[in-house]
C-alpha cells in the first residue's frame, strides 16, 4: 500500500509542536507520515522542501529534504496582511 504523506505547514517551524507532533504519532497507526515545514522552506527549482520529518520509531522530529506532501495542512496564522503578502511572494 502507497504510504500517504501529511504536510503540517507553519510559520515557524516549532509552532504548534505538541498538536503536531500528537498528529503525527497518531498518524502512523493509518500509514500516514507526517512531515512539517515552513513557506519559506520549499526551493521552486527543485519543488524540494527542506523541514522535519516524524520518525514513528524515535518519536522525535528529525531533519529531512522531501517532496511537496500529498496533502497539506496549513497552520499559517497571519498577523496582518502584510506578513501574509511577504510569505506568498517567497
Not at 520549499?42 to 520509531?57: A, V
Request: net charge positive; hydrophobic share 35%.
Amino acid at each position: 500500500m502507497h504510504k500517504v504523506t501529511l504536510g503540517f505547514l507553519a510559520v515557524h517551524l516549532n509552532h504548534e509542536n505538541g498538536y503536531a507532533t500528537e498528529i503525527a504519532k497518531r498518524s502512523a497507526s493509518f500509514n500516514i507520515e507526517c512531515v512539517r515545514f515552513e513557506p519559506t522552506s520549499i526551493d521552486p527549482s527543485t519543488l524540494t522542501i527542506n523541514g522535519e520529518k516524524y520518525d514513528s520509531i524515535t518519536q522525535t522530529w528529525k531533519i529531512a529534504s522531501f517532496s511537496i506532501p500529498t496533502f497539506i495542512y496549513d497552520r499559517c496564522f497571519y498577523n496582518n496582511q502584510q506578513a501574509s503578502k511577504k510569505q506568498a511572494n517567497c
